[in-house]
Each structure stands twice: as structure tokens, then as C-alpha cells.
Nanobody
Framework: QLVESGGGSVQLGGSLTLSCAVS??????????TGWFRQAPGQEREAVAA????????IYTDSAKGRFTISQDNASNTLSLQMNTLKPEDTAMYYC???????????????????????WGQGTQVTVS
């Protein structure tokens, strides 16, 4: 189960931190991948960032590099996305993502871990004006 929070409306250049409560995830080793995706009106859902709890390695898409930071608190099973220097083009519904029996998206972290995603939460809206 994935439950997002922290969305809202901010002005150009502002910051927001999204959170996602994660439960029931894992690859059998006790480690897991989680990530963030977003979808703007009329557009396809796109990846933003992902992280692997085994080694903390992360991956960011070009739109997120240098501005967004993904992190994971393994003790509380909470995924976060710190977003800085927000732009109007960041306006979208943001979804927390995790592995599912059937996965339709994947990202490879900096250390080579392939993170697959097939399950998304309900989303939290981010609006930048």
C-alpha cells in the first residue's frame, strides 16, 4: 500500500516535500525499490526518481536532476521527495510507486539496480504558478 501526502500549491521557485507511507513491499531480501512518477493533464505518466533501500542508490530523470532529492527512511518505511526550485512545468499529480507482480516501468539506479514499477498510490497534486 502506498499513501502519498505533502502536495500543494507553490509559487515559481518554491519548494515542497512529498511523502509516501510504504507497506507490503519487498523483493524477498528485505530490500526494495520505491519511486516517484508524475502525470500532468493530457500527458503520459513519467518517471521522476527512484531509490533502492539495499544501498541507498538513486536515479533521477533529467527534469529532476539537481532540483529534486529522493530519500527513504527504512525505519518508518517512508519515501520522500524534496523538490526545490519548482517550475510551472512541474505541475502534475505525483505518484509514489513500487514493484508489483506485473511491472510496466523501470529505472536503473546509479549502482546498477534495476527498479521495476507496476503499482502506484492515489497521488498528490503539485501546482506551481
Amino acid at each position: 500500500q502506498l499513501v502519498e501526502s505533502g502536495g500543494g500549491s507553490v509559487q515559481l521557485g518554491g519548494s515542497l516535500t512529498l511523502s509516501c507511507a510504504v507497506s507490503g513491499n519487498g523483493d524477498g531480501s528485505g530490500y526494495w525499490c520505491t519511486g516517484w512518477f508524475r502525470q500532468a493533464p493530457g500527458q503520459e505518466r513519467e518517471a521522476v526518481a527512484a531509490i533502492y533501500s539495499g544501498d541507498g542508490s538513486a536515479i533521477y530523470t533529467d527534469s529532476a536532476k539537481g532540483r529534486f532529492t529522493i530519500s527513504q527512511d527504512n525505519a518508518s518505511n517512508t519515501l520522500s521527495l524534496q523538490m526545490n526550485t519548482l517550475k510551472p512545468e512541474d505541475t502534475a499529480m505525483y505518484y509514489c510507486a513500487a514493484r508489483a507482480p506485473i511491472n510496466i516501468a523501470a529505472m536503473v539506479t546509479a549502482t546498477g539496480t534495476r527498479c521495476e514499477f507496476g503499482y502506484w498510490g492515489q497521488g498528490t497534486q503539485v501546482t506551481v504558478s
